[in-house]
Nanobody, 115 residues
Framework: QVQLVESGGGLVQPGGSLRLSCAASRSIRSASAMAWYRQAPGEQREMVAIINNRGTTNYADSVKGRFTISGDNVKNTVYLQMNSLKSEDTAVYFC?????????WGQGTQVTVSS
């Protein structure tokens, strides 16, 4: 089993920034990929950003140029730096990881963008 614990969510004004963290209970070097998803009320969960074990990243079109996913192999933590936040970024953000062909999810952290 792998535990993923997210933190860093909160309330921010439009145009502001937040950094989400996802701490894993296992070395993230052994993950084939890790990602951030989000789910807004009444909407389906969608992938926001993903990073694989070669460091290759990919982003949803809606966040390209604003969000950056990165990993710290020493802290076993994946981050999501979110800049120029918009009201439509409001959602619960979930960390996801694949270890040995098994998928794991964190409990989610709320991000609210509002003035």
């Amino acid at each position: 089993q792998v535990q993923l614990v997210e933190s860093g969510g909160g309330l921010v004004q439009p145009g502001g920034s937040l950094r989400l963290s996802c701490a894993a209970s296992r070395s993230i070097r052994s993950a084939s990929a890790m990602a951030w998803y989000r789910q807004a009320p009444g909407e389906q969960r969608e992938m926001v950003a993903i990073i694989n074990n070669r460091g290759t990243t990919n982003y949803a079109d809606s966040v390209k140029g604003r969000f950056t996913i990165s990993g710290d192999n020493v802290k076993n933590t994946v981050y999501l730096q979110m800049n120029s936040l918009k009201s439509e970024d409001t959602a619960v953000y979930f960390c996801w990881a694949r270890f040995n062909f098994n998928d794991y999810w964190g409990q989610g952290t709320q991000v609210t963008v509002s003035s």
